[in-house]
Nanobody, 123 residues
Framework: QVQLVESGGGLVQAGGSLRLSCVASGRTFSSYNLGWFRQAPGKEREFVAA????????TYADSVKGRFIISRDNAKNTVYLQMNSLKPEDTAVYYC????????????????WGRGTQVTVSS
């Protein structure tokens, strides 16, 4: 069993930056792919970024490519999402997720989810 807890969300002006963190409990953290998803009001949850178990494979949604950076520290059981050049359309609840499937852009690939952290970008 893995539990995930996100932090780092908040209110920021457009063009600003935030760094989200997700701390995991459980011994098998280092073996999981980890992903970040987001969900805006009235919209479906969408993929943002994913990183495989050793950081050797990273995938980004086109909408965040070049602005967001995902990383992980297995020694700290933590995955990060550095968000730069934020836009109002990045406003959403951000969730981290862990799973073993290689279909990392799909919510179905993840077995464990955090409760989310709110990110609001003002124009």
């Amino acid at each position: 069993q893995v539990q995930l807890v996100e932090s780092g969300g908040g209110l920021v002006q457009a063009g600003g930056s935030l760094r989200l963190s997700c701390v995991a409990s459980g011994r098998t953290f280092s073996s999981y792919n980890l992903g970040w998803f987001r969900q805006a009001p009235g919209k479906e949850r969408e993929f943002v970024a994913a990183i495989n178990w050793n950081g050797g494979r990273i995938t980004y949604a086109d909408s965040v490519k070049g602005r967001f950076i995902i990383s992980r520290d297995n020694a700290k059981n933590t995955v990060y999402l550095q968000m730069n050049s934020l836009k109002p359309e990045d406003t959403a609840v951000y969730y981290c997720a862990g799973g073993g499937s290689s279909r990392v852009t799909s919510t179905l690939a993840y077995d464990y989810w955090g409760r989310g952290t709110q990110v609001t970008v003002s124009s």
